[in-house]
C-alpha cells in the first residue's frame, strides 16, 4: 500500500487548518468595509432584471426608469400625494383655460459634459418624447409647441387641456435630455442611450454587463452638497435567494419591488439591520386583473364573467398570495386618487352558491367533473401574477370551472394576447400611473384595441359611453366634474366586468438601516436618490 | 489388468443473469426503491385524494405542525406530501418517456451508422456529433422554448438531447458484433440486414443498452428539475423539480420546501444509478459466481 | 519523427472533419430558432411598454427581421465570412464584444470545475481503489453515489444557505465585491472567495463521476497482466500505483472529459443564474428570451467551436499517451 492509514489521518486533520486560514468578512459589513478602505462612500442598489438600455426616452422599462432617473432628470419632483416639486424647474404656472404651461428653469445647470442647460433643450425634449416615448405619445398627444421666449423658460401650448399633464413631469417619466448631443442622427440608436449624459446627480461611469453599472457623484450637481453619495451601484442579481444573501451580508443597500420573498421580511428585518417600507411607489400602483378575452364565445356571456366573480375571494388573493402586502380593490382605480375613485359596495361578491347558480341557469351544467375548461395565462413577470393564477384555478374548480395554467415566457405571451390574441383570460398587472387617464384609459377605451400593440386594450371592450366619458375626463378641467365622469366610468366597467380587478399591489422596499432620504420621493427609488444619506455625514468629501 | 474407471469430471455452470441480479444488494435497493416510488405515483389518489395543486389550507405550514399534513404546506397553502406523491408521476413518466424516446433514436442511428458502415455511417455519425457538440441542456431550454413547457414538451426536449449518447454507444458495439462468427452465420443463411440487425445484434447488444438507459433516467430527472429551477416546468402537474422551483423563495426560512423534493430526487435518483451499478457488474460475465 | 508526422497527420484530419460539424450546428441552430415564437422587436416592444406600429414594422426592417429564412440565413452567412458575429438587438452591441467580454468568466467557471472535479474526483478514486472492500471505500462509495444523484443547484442552494446566509463566510453573487480597488493578494482573495461556491456547485456532479471511474478503471487495470509483472519484479508498490496503474486507468477519464465540456456549458447556465455569475450561460438564457438570434448563434458556434477544439486536444494527447492510436 502507498498510503498508510496514519498517513490518511493525518492529511485529513490538516483539512479544518486550511479552511479557517481563508479570511472572512463578518456579516452585513461588506460595504462598510468598502468604504473604509477607499473613504467613498457608496451606494449599493439592486436592478432586476437588468435594464435594456440606460434613458427612458422611448421606453417604459422599469429597470431602465430606475437606471435613468439617475443621471437624466425631469422639470419637476413630487411627493408622496403627488404635489409638484421643483426638479429643473423652479416655478410653473398653468393657464386657466388649460392650455398653456409656463415653467421657469432653474438656472447655472450644466449637463455633465460641461454644456449649459437652457430651454431649447426642454423643448427638444418634450417632441423627442411625444414621439418615441410608449406612453408619451398620448401623454403629449395635443402638444402644439413649446415656446422658448428666453434661456430659462418654457411654455407648452397644448391644442386641448390635459388636466394630468403637471404629473408627467418626472425624471423617469419624461426625462430632459441634451439637446446637442441627441439633434443630430438617429435618437433610437444615439450611443448615449447607454453611456447617458445627463444633468442628474450622479454621472454614468461604466456598464459592466450581466454584473453592474457604475455611477459616480456629479460635483457639479445644482443641489447644494448633494449627492451625498460618491458612488452608487446599480447591482444585477436575477436569483432572489442570491439577493436574499446579499441584503443580508450587505453588499446590497437597497432593493424596490420586493426584491425579497415577501414571507422572510418579518425575519430578516428582525435584527434591526435591515428595514422595509411600502412607500415610494405613489407616481404608479400596480393592480392584479384578470382580464377576459370577449371575443371567446363563453367569456362574452355577462353571466359567465359574473359567475366567475362571485367565486373569487379577494382576502385570500390579498393574504396567501401576497402576504398580506396588497389592498383589495374592486375598482381599477386605486386609492391614491381620492377624488375620482368610485367607492359603492363590489356588486359580485364572493358567493359560490351563487356563482352555481348563475353558471347553471346560463345552461352550462356540470358534465363529468367540470361544466367546461378555460386556459389561463399568468403574466411572466417575477412569480406572483403565477401565484394568483394558481389560486384562481383553485377558486375556479369549486364552480365547475377547470381551469388550466399556460407557461410560457415573455415574448410569447405577449404575441399570444395581444398579436394573435390566442387566449381565455390572463392575470395581467398594468401600472395606473400617475393619471387614471394615462394608465387606466388605455385598458378600456376601444380606439386602444391595437392589434400587434403590446400592453393595449386586450379585452376588445366596446362600450360608447365608456368612450365618452374617458375622452371627456381627458380633457376635463373641472376637478369635481372630472371626478364624477371617472365615477360614472368605474361604476359602469365594474358592473360589466370586462376585467376583474383584484388587489392593488403594495411594493416592498428593502434597505439597510442607514440608507435614508428616499422614502419621501413620490417615486421612491426611481427618483434622482439626490437625498439618499448614508448614516453618519462626519466624513469630508471633495 | 484393472479398468480404472475415470469419473466424468463433474461441470458446473456459471450462475445465471437472474441469479447474479438478485445476489447484488445494489440492485436489490435500487430496484426496491423504484418499486415503491412507483407504487407510491400509481396509488396517489388512494392516500391524497383531491387536486394536489389545490390550496387546501394555511400557507408555509412546518411538517409535524399539523397531523393533517405530516410533510407541511407550500407558501400557497398546497399540501406537500401530496405534492410529492403525485409528483412522481410527472417526473417519472418525463423520465421514462424521454428515455425511451432517446433510446429508440439512438438505436435507430447508431445501428444503421455501426452496420452498414461507410458514407451513410459516416453521415449519421457526422449528425450524431451535431447534436452532441451543442449544449444538451442549452438545446433542451431552446426546445421547451418553442413550445410551452408542458410534460410532453419537456419530455420531447430531454429525449432529443440525450439521444447521442446512445447513438455512439449501439455505432460501437454494433461495429463490433457485425464481425461476429454468428452474424456471418446469418448471412450465410440468407437472413436479410433487417432480421439480423433486431433479431442477432441487437439482443447481443442489450447489456450496455440497459446500463445505459438506467443512467439517462437518472440524469433526466435531474435535467427535468433543472429546467423547473429556472421557471420552465409544467404548472398544471406538480412535478419534484417544479416543488423545488416554487419553493426557492422561501429557502432561508422554509428550507424543507425545496429539501424535501430534493430528497425524493435523489432518492430515485440514487435508486436508479444502483441499479445501473448492479446490472453493470451483473451482467459482466467476469464477475459472475461460478456455481459447481 | 514518425511520432510527430503521425500526430500532425491526426490532428489535420480531425480539424478538417470539424469543419461540417460546425456547419451542420449553424443550420440546425437557425431552424431551430425560427420556430420559437416571437421575434427580438416583439420582445423590444414589450420591454419598452409598447411602441407604435410604425416603429415595429421600422425596426424589423433595421434588423433584418423582415426578409424571409432563406435570405436572412444567406445573410448571416456572408457576415460570418467577414468574421462579423453581427449585432445584438437587445443588447445594442456587437456579438463579438459581449460574447467575448463574458467567456473569461464562463471559462474560469468551467476550467475551476472541472480542475477541481478531476484533483478530488481523482484523488477519491484511488482511495477507494486502494482501500476496496473496506469500510473507506464503502463509506467513500455511498458519499459519492449521493453526490452524484442530488441536482447541483440544489446542492448550491444549500451551501448559499450554510456559507453565505447562515455564517456570511461567502459572498453570494457576482464575481467580486464592488466599490472596492484592490490589487494583488486583496484582489485574488477577493476574486476567490466569490468563485468557491459556484465552481462547487458546478463540479458536484463530476467529482462524484470521475471517483466512480478512476475507482473501476484503477480496479480494472489492477488485474492486468502487466501489474502482476511489474509487482513480481519486486517494484516499490507506489510506484506501481502511479505510474502502471493510475497511468493506463486516466486513459478513459481523459476522454469523458473532453466530453464533459460541452455538458458543462449547459450546467453552467443554471449555477450562473443562481449566484449571478455573468457568464456565457446566463447570457445565453436571456439570449432565448430576448429571441437574440445572433447572439444566441454566436454563443452556441462559439462553444461548438470550444468542444471542438478540446475534443481534438483529447484525441492527440490520447494518440501521444497510446502508440496503438492510428490514423484510420
Given at each position: 500500500?502507498?498510503?498508510?492509514?496514519?498517513q490518511?489521518?493525518?492529511?485529513?486533520?490538516?483539512?479544518?487548518?486550511?479552511?479557517?486560514?481563508?479570511?472572512?468578512?463578518?456579516?452585513a459589513?461588506?460595504?462598510?468595509?468598502?468604504?473604509?478602505?477607499?473613504?467613498?462612500?457608496?451606494?449599493?442598489?439592486?436592478?432586476?432584471?437588468?435594464?435594456?438600455?440606460?434613458?427612458?426616452?422611448?421606453?417604459?422599462?422599469?429597470?431602465?426608469?430606475?437606471?435613468?432617473?439617475?443621471?437624466?432628470?425631469?422639470?419637476?419632483?413630487?411627493?408622496?400625494?403627488?404635489?409638484?416639486?421643483?426638479?429643473?424647474?423652479?416655478?410653473?404656472?398653468?393657464?386657466?383655460?388649460?392650455?398653456?404651461?409656463?415653467?421657469?428653469?432653474?438656472?447655472?445647470?450644466?449637463?455633465?459634459?460641461?454644456?449649459?442647460?437652457?430651454?431649447?433643450?426642454?423643448?427638444?425634449s418634450?417632441?423627442?418624447?411625444?414621439?418615441?416615448?410608449?406612453?408619451?405619445?398620448?401623454?403629449?398627444?395635443?402638444?402644439l409647441?413649446?415656446?422658448?421666449?428666453?434661456?430659462?423658460?418654457?411654455?407648452?401650448r397644448?391644442?386641448?387641456?390635459?388636466?394630468?399633464?403637471?404629473?408627467?413631469?418626472?425624471?423617469?417619466?419624461?426625462?430632459?435630455?441634451?439637446?446637442?448631443?441627441?439633434?443630430?442622427?438617429?435618437?433610437?440608436?444615439?450611443?448615449?442611450?447607454?453611456?447617458?449624459?445627463?444633468t442628474?446627480?450622479?454621472?454614468?461611469?461604466?456598464?459592466?454587463?450581466?454584473?453592474?453599472?457604475?455611477?459616480?457623484?456629479?460635483?457639479?450637481?445644482?443641489?447644494?452638497?448633494?449627492?451625498?453619495?460618491?458612488?452608487?451601484?446599480?447591482?444585477?442579481?436575477?436569483?432572489?435567494?442570491?439577493?436574499?444573501?446579499?441584503?443580508?451580508?450587505?453588499?446590497?443597500?437597497?432593493?424596490?419591488?420586493?426584491?425579497?420573498?415577501?414571507?422572510?421580511?418579518?425575519?430578516?428585518?428582525?435584527?434591526?439591520?435591515?428595514?422595509?417600507?411600502?412607500?415610494?411607489?405613489?407616481?404608479?400602483?400596480?393592480?392584479?386583473?384578470?382580464?377576459?378575452?370577449?371575443?371567446?364565445?363563453?367569456?362574452?356571456?355577462?353571466?359567465?364573467?359574473?359567475?366567475?366573480?362571485?367565486?373569487?375571494?379577494?382576502?385570500?388573493?390579498?393574504?396567501?398570495?401576497?402576504?398580506?402586502?396588497?389592498?383589495?380593490?374592486?375598482?381599477?382605480?386605486?386609492?391614491?386618487?381620492?377624488?375620482?375613485?368610485?367607492?359603492a359596495?363590489?356588486p359580485?361578491?364572493?358567493?359560490?352558491?351563487?356563482a352555481?347558480?348563475?353558471?347553471?341557469?346560463?345552461?352550462?351544467?356540470?358534465?363529468?367533473?367540470?361544466?367546461?375548461?378555460?386556459?389561463?395565462?399568468?403574466?411572466?413577470?417575477?412569480?406572483?401574477y403565477?401565484?394568483?393564477?394558481?389560486?384562481?384555478r383553485?377558486?375556479?374548480?369549486?364552480?365547475?370551472?377547470?381551469?388550466?395554467?399556460?407557461?410560457?415566457d415573455?415574448?410569447?405571451?405577449?404575441?399570444?394576447?395581444?398579436?394573435?390574441r390566442?387566449?381565455?383570460?390572463?392575470?395581467?398587472?398594468?401600472?395606473?400611473?400617475?393619471?387614471p387617464?394615462?394608465?387606466?384609459?388605455?385598458?378600456?377605451?376601444?380606439?386602444?384595441?391595437?392589434?400587434?400593440?403590446?400592453?393595449?386594450?386586450?379585452?376588445?371592450?366596446n362600450?360608447?359611453?365608456?368612450?365618452?366619458?374617458?375622452?371627456?375626463?381627458?380633457v376635463?378641467?373641472?376637478?369635481?366634474?372630472?371626478?364624477?365622469?371617472f365615477?360614472?366610468?368605474?361604476?359602469?366597467?365594474?358592473?360589466?366586468?370586462?376585467?376583474?380587478?383584484?388587489?392593488?399591489?403594495?411594493q416592498?422596499?428593502?434597505?439597510?438601516?442607514?440608507?435614508?432620504?428616499?422614502?419621501?420621493?413620490?417615486?421612491?427609488?426611481?427618483?434622482?436618490?439626490?437625498?439618499?444619506?448614508?448614516?453618519?455625514?462626519?466624513?469630508?468629501?471633495? | 489388468?484393472?479398468?480404472?474407471?475415470?469419473?466424468?469430471?463433474k461441470?458446473?455452470h456459471?450462475?445465471?443473469?437472474?441469479?447474479?441480479?438478485?445476489?447484488?444488494?445494489a440492485?436489490?435497493?435500487?430496484?426496491?426503491?423504484?418499486?415503491?416510488?412507483l407504487?407510491?405515483?400509481?396509488?396517489?389518489?388512494?392516500?391524497?385524494p383531491?387536486d394536489?395543486?389545490?390550496?387546501?389550507?394555511?400557507?408555509?405550514?412546518?411538517?409535524?405542525?399539523d397531523?393533517?399534513?405530516?410533510?407541511?404546506?407550500?407558501?400557497?397553502?398546497r399540501d406537500?406530501a401530496?405534492?410529492?406523491?403525485?409528483?412522481a408521476?410527472?417526473?417519472?413518466?418525463?423520465?421514462?418517456?424521454?428515455?425511451?424516446?432517446?433510446?429508440?433514436?439512438?438505436?435507430?442511428?447508431?445501428?444503421?451508422?455501426?452496420?452498414?458502415?461507410?458514407?451513410?455511417?459516416?453521415?449519421?455519425?457526422?449528425?450524431?456529433?451535431?447534436f452532441?457538440?451543442?449544449?444538451?441542456?442549452?438545446?433542451?431550454?431552446?426546445?421547451?422554448?418553442?413550445?410551452?413547457?408542458t410534460?410532453n414538451?419537456?419530455?420531447?426536449?430531454?429525449?432529443?438531447?440525450?439521444?447521442?449518447?446512445?447513438?455512439?454507444?449501439?455505432?460501437?458495439?454494433?461495429?463490433?458484433?457485425?464481425?461476429?462468427?454468428?452474424?456471418?452465420?446469418?448471412?450465410?443463411?440468407g437472413?436479410?440486414?433487417?432480421t439480423?440487425?433486431?433479431?442477432?445484434?441487437?439482443?447481443?447488444a442489450?447489456?450496455?443498452l440497459?446500463?445505459?438507459?438506467?443512467?439517462?433516467?437518472?440524469?433526466?430527472?435531474?435535467?427535468?428539475?433543472?429546467?423547473?429551477?429556472?421557471?420552465?416546468?409544467?404548472?398544471?402537474?406538480?412535478?419534484?423539480?417544479?416543488?423545488?422551483?416554487?419553493g426557492?423563495?422561501?429557502?432561508?426560512?422554509?428550507?424543507?420546501?425545496?429539501?424535501?423534493?430534493?430528497?425524493?430526487?435523489?432518492?430515485?435518483?440514487?435508486?436508479?444509478?444502483?441499479?445501473?451499478?448492479?446490472?453493470?457488474?451483473?451482467?459482466?460475465?467476469?464477475?459472475?459466481?461460478?456455481?459447481p | 519523427?514518425?511520432?510527430?508526422?503521425?500526430?500532425?497527420?491526426?490532428?489535420?484530419?480531425?480539424?478538417?472533419?470539424?469543419?461540417?460539424?460546425?456547419?451542420?450546428?449553424?443550420?440546425?441552430?437557425?431552424?431551430?430558432?425560427?420556430?420559437?415564437?416571437?421575434?427580438?422587436?416583439?420582445?423590444?416592444?414589450?420591454?419598452?411598454?409598447?411602441?407604435?406600429?410604425?416603429?415595429l414594422?421600422?425596426?424589423?426592417?433595421?434588423?433584418?427581421?423582415?426578409?424571409?429564412?432563406?435570405?436572412q440565413?444567406?445573410?448571416?452567412?456572408?457576415?460570418?465570412?467577414?468574421?462579423?458575429?453581427?449585432?445584438?438587438p437587445?443588447?445594442n452591441?456587437?456579438?463579438?464584444?459581449?460574447?467575448?467580454?463574458?467567456?473569461?468568466?464562463?471559462?474560469?467557471?468551467?476550467?475551476?470545475?472541472?480542475?477541481?472535479?478531476?484533483?478530488?474526483?481523482?484523488?477519491?478514486?484511488?482511495?477507494?481503489?486502494?482501500?476496496?472492500?473496506?469500510?473507506?471505500?464503502?463509506?467513500?462509495?455511498?458519499?459519492?453515489?449521493?453526490?452524484?444523484?442530488?441536482?447541483?443547484?440544489?446542492?448550491?442552494?444549500?451551501?448559499v444557505?450554510?456559507?453565505?446566509?447562515?455564517?456570511?463566510?461567502?459572498?453570494?453573487?457576482?464575481?467580486?465585491?464592488?466599490?472596492?480597488?484592490?490589487?494583488?493578494?486583496?484582489?485574488l482573495?477577493?476574486?476567490?472567495?466569490?468563485?468557491?461556491?459556484?465552481?462547487?456547485?458546478?463540479?458536484?456532479?463530476?467529482?462524484?463521476?470521475?471517483?466512480?471511474?478512476?475507482?473501476?478503471?484503477?480496479?480494472?487495470?489492477q488485474r492486468?497482466?502487466?501489474?502482476?509483472?511489474?509487482?513480481?519484479?519486486?517494484?516499490?508498490?507506489?510506484?506501481i500505483?502511479?505510474?502502471?496503474?493510475?497511468?493506463?486507468?486516466?486513459?478513459?477519464?481523459?476522454?469523458?472529459?473532453?466530453?464533459?465540456?460541452?455538458?458543462?456549458?449547459?450546467?453552467?447556465?443554471?449555477?450562473?443564474?443562481?449566484?449571478?455569475?455573468?457568464?456565457?450561460?446566463?447570457?445565453?438564457?436571456?439570449a432565448?428570451l430576448?429571441?437574440?438570434?445572433?447572439?444566441?448563434?454566436?454563443?452556441?458556434?462559439?462553444?461548438?467551436?470550444?468542444?471542438?477544439?478540446?475534443?481534438?486536444?483529447?484525441?492527440?494527447?490520447?494518440?501521444?499517451?497510446?502508440?496503438?492510436i492510428?490514423?484510420?
Open positions: 500500500m502507498s498510503f498508510s492509514r496514519r490518511l489521518l493525518i492529511g485529513l486533520s490538516a483539512l479544518p487548518l486550511l479552511g479557517a486560514s481563508v479570511p472572512f468578512l463578518p456579516n459589513l461588506a460595504a462598510a468595509a468598502a468604504e473604509a478602505a477607499t473613504g467613498r462612500r457608496i451606494f449599493n442598489l439592486l436592478v432586476n432584471p437588468e435594464p435594456p438600455s440606460l434613458s427612458s426616452f422611448n421606453t417604459t422599462a422599469g429597470t431602465t426608469v430606475t437606471a435613468s432617473s439617475k443621471v437624466l432628470e425631469g422639470l419637476l419632483r413630487y411627493d408622496e400625494s403627488l404635489t409638484p416639486q421643483p426638479g429643473l424647474a423652479v416655478a410653473w404656472s398653468v393657464a386657466a383655460d388649460g392650455l398653456s404651461y409656463r415653467f421657469d428653469l432653474r438656472q447655472g445647470v450644466k449637463w455633465h459634459d460641461g454644456q449649459p442647460f437652457t430651454s431649447a433643450d426642454v423643448a427638444f418634450l417632441d423627442l418624447i411625444k414621439r418615441y416615448h410608449p406612453r408619451g405619445g398620448s401623454t403629449f398627444a395635443n402638444l409647441a413649446v415656446d422658448t421666449p428666453d434661456q430659462y423658460t418654457a411654455v407648452v397644448l391644442a386641448k387641456p390635459a388636466p394630468y399633464l403637471l404629473r408627467a413631469f418626472a425624471g423617469g417619466e419624461t426625462p430632459i435630455l441634451p439637446k446637442h448631443l441627441y439633434e443630430t442622427g438617429d435618437p433610437l440608436s444615439n450611443p448615449h442611450n447607454n453611456a447617458p449624459i445627463g442628474g446627480p450622479y454621472r454614468f461611469k461604466r456598464w459592466q454587463r450581466g454584473s453592474y453599472i457604475e455611477f459616480e457623484r456629479n460635483p457639479d450637481y445644482w443641489g447644494v452638497d448633494l449627492p451625498v453619495v460618491d458612488t452608487l451601484f446599480l447591482k444585477v442579481a436575477p436569483d432572489s435567494a442570491a439577493r436574499l444573501a446579499a441584503f443580508e451580508n450587505g453588499s446590497l443597500d437597497a432593493g424596490g419591488q420586493s426584491p425579497v420573498p415577501l414571507s422572510d421580511l418579518a425575519r430578516i428585518t428582525q435584527s434591526g439591520k435591515l428595514k422595509f417600507t411600502t412607500r415610494g411607489y405613489a407616481y404608479s400602483v400596480t393592480p392584479t386583473m384578470l382580464e377576459f378575452n370577449l371575443d371567446h364565445p363563453l367569456l362574452s356571456r355577462h353571466e359567465v364573467r359574473k359567475a366567475i366573480a362571485h367565486a373569487i375571494d379577494r382576502e385570500v388573493i390579498k393574504k396567501v398570495v401576497y402576504y398580506g402586502y396588497a389592498d383589495v380593490s374592486v375598482s381599477p382605480i386605486p386609492k391614491n386618487f381620492p377624488q375620482y375613485l368610485y367607492t359596495p363590489n359580485y361578491p364572493f358567493d359560490i352558491a351563487k352555481n347558480t348563475l353558471l347553471d341557469e346560463a345552461g352550462l351544467p356540470k358534465k363529468g367533473n367540470a361544466r367546461f375548461s378555460l386556459i389561463l395565462d399568468p403574466l411572466p413577470y417575477g412569480d406572483s403565477a401565484r394568483t393564477a394558481a389560486y384562481i383553485s377558486a375556479l374548480a369549486r364552480i365547475g370551472i377547470d381551469v388550466q395554467l399556460r407557461s410560457q415573455f415574448p410569447t405571451y405577449t404575441k399570444r394576447i395581444y398579436t394573435d390566442d387566449f381565455d383570460f390572463a392575470v395581467v398587472g398594468m401600472g395606473t400611473m400617475f393619471d387617464t394615462v394608465g387606466v384609459q388605455r385598458l378600456f377605451w376601444s380606439k386602444n384595441f391595437r392589434k400587434g400593440l403590446p400592453f393595449s386594450n386586450s379585452t376588445h371592450y362600450n360608447p359611453e365608456v368612450d365618452r366619458l374617458l375622452e371627456q375626463a381627458a376635463e378641467t373641472d376637478e369635481q366634474r372630472r371626478g364624477d365622469l365615477k360614472a366610468f368605474q361604476k359602469i366597467v365594474i358592473e360589466e366586468l370586462p376585467s376583474i380587478t383584484l388587489v392593488m399591489q403594495q416592498v422596499t428593502v434597505f439597510s438601516a442607514r440608507v435614508t432620504g428616499f422614502e419621501t420621493d413620490g417615486n421612491g427609488l426611481d427618483g434622482s436618490l439626490s437625498d439618499v444619506r448614508l448614516g453618519d455625514e462626519a466624513i469630508a468629501h471633495g | 489388468m484393472s479398468i480404472i474407471a475415470i469419473q466424468p469430471t461441470r458446473g456459471s450462475e445465471s443473469v437472474w441469479a447474479a441480479l438478485r445476489r447484488n444488494p440492485v436489490l435497493t435500487g430496484a426496491g426503491i423504484l418499486i415503491l416510488t407504487a407510491m405515483a400509481l396509488s396517489a389518489e388512494h392516500f391524497f383531491g394536489p395543486m389545490d390550496m387546501v389550507a394555511a400557507p408555509l405550514l412546518w411538517p409535524g405542525a397531523p393533517a399534513y405530516p410533510l407541511g404546506t407550500d407558501s400557497l397553502g406537500v401530496s405534492g410529492i406523491a403525485y409528483g408521476r410527472a417526473s417519472l413518466l418525463i423520465a421514462l418517456s424521454a428515455t425511451l424516446l432517446s433510446v429508440t433514436l439512438g438505436v435507430a442511428v447508431g445501428a444503421l451508422a455501426g452496420y452498414h458502415g461507410g458514407r451513410l455511417g459516416d453521415v449519421l455519425m457526422r449528425i450524431t456529433e451535431v452532441q457538440t451543442v449544449p444538451s441542456f442549452l438545446l433542451v431550454i431552446v426546445i421547451v422554448a418553442i413550445g410551452n413547457p410534460v414538451i419537456i419530455a420531447l426536449a430531454i429525449g432529443i438531447s440525450s439521444w447521442p449518447t446512445v447513438a455512439r454507444l449501439i455505432r460501437a458495439e454494433f461495429r463490433t458484433l457485425r464481425e461476429a462468427d454468428f452474424v456471418t452465420a446469418a448471412r450465410s443463411q437472413f436479410n440486414n433487417r439480423i440487425i433486431l433479431h442477432e445484434i441487437l439482443p447481443n442489450l447489456a450496455p440497459v446500463v445505459t438507459a438506467s443512467i439517462l433516467v437518472a440524469s433526466a430527472i435531474l435535467i427535468e428539475a433543472g429546467l423547473a429551477f429556472l421557471g420552465m416546468s409544467d404548472p398544471n402537474k406538480p412535478s419534484w423539480g417544479g416543488m423545488i422551483g416554487s426557492r423563495e422561501q429557502i432561508a426560512s422554509a428550507w424543507f420546501l425545496t429539501a424535501l423534493p430534493g430528497l425524493a430526487i435523489i432518492f430515485v435518483v440514487l435508486a436508479l444509478n444502483m441499479l445501473g451499478d448492479g446490472l453493470n457488474d451483473a451482467l459482466n460475465p467476469r464477475l459472475r459466481r461460478y456455481l | 519523427m514518425v511520432d510527430r508526422l503521425r500526430i500532425l497527420r491526426l490532428a489535420r484530419r480531425t480539424l478538417w472533419q470539424a469543419v461540417p460539424t460546425v456547419f451542420g450546428i449553424l443550420l440546425l441552430n437557425f431552424l431551430l430558432l425560427r420556430l420559437i415564437p416571437g421575434d427580438a422587436v416583439d420582445v423590444l416592444a414589450s420591454e419598452s411598454g409598447g411602441a407604435t406600429e410604425a416603429t414594422a421600422l425596426w424589423r426592417s433595421h434588423f433584418g427581421l423582415d426578409l424571409n429564412l432563406g435570405q440565413l444567406l445573410a448571416y452567412l456572408t457576415h460570418l465570412a467577414h468574421l462579423d458575429l453581427g449585432v445584438s437587445r443588447f452591441m456587437p456579438v463579438s464584444q459581449l460574447v467575448f467580454d463574458r467567456l473569461p468568466n464562463t471559462l474560469l467557471l468551467m476550467v475551476g470545475a472541472l480542475g477541481l472535479a478531476l484533483t478530488i474526483g481523482i484523488a477519491a478514486g484511488v482511495l477507494m481503489a486502494t482501500w476496496v472492500g473496506r469500510w473507506p471505500d464503502r463509506l467513500l462509495s455511498l458519499a459519492v453515489l449521493v453526490l452524484y444523484s442530488a441536482p447541483g443547484f440544489w446542492i448550491g442552494l444549500m451551501a444557505v450554510v456559507f453565505s446566509v447562515t455564517l456570511g463566510w461567502l459572498p453570494s453573487d457576482g464575481i467580486e465585491t464592488l466599490g472596492l480597488d484592490l490589487h494583488g493578494m486583496a484582489w482573495t477577493d476574486r476567490l472567495k466569490h468563485t468557491v461556491l459556484p465552481v462547487l456547485t458546478l463540479s458536484t456532479f463530476y467529482i462524484a463521476l470521475y471517483a466512480r471511474l478512476t475507482r473501476a478503471s484503477m480496479l480494472e487495470v492486468q497482466d502487466f501489474v502482476r509483472t511489474a509487482r513480481a519484479k519486486g517494484l516499490p508498490p507506489t510506484r500505483a502511479v505510474r502502471h496503474v493510475l497511468r493506463n486507468a486516466l486513459l478513459p477519464v481523459t476522454t469523458l472529459a473532453g466530453l464533459h465540456f460541452a455538458a458543462l456549458f449547459g450546467g453552467a447556465a443554471v449555477t450562473e443564474t443562481l449566484f449571478g455569475w455573468p457568464g456565457l450561460g446566463r447570457l445565453t438564457l436571456d432565448v430576448s429571441r437574440d438570434y445572433n447572439l444566441l448563434l454566436g454563443i452556441l458556434l462559439l462553444s461548438s467551436m470550444l468542444v471542438v477544439l478540446v475534443n481534438v486536444s483529447m484525441d492527440l494527447l490520447q494518440a501521444w499517451l497510446d502508440p496503438r492510428q490514423v484510420e
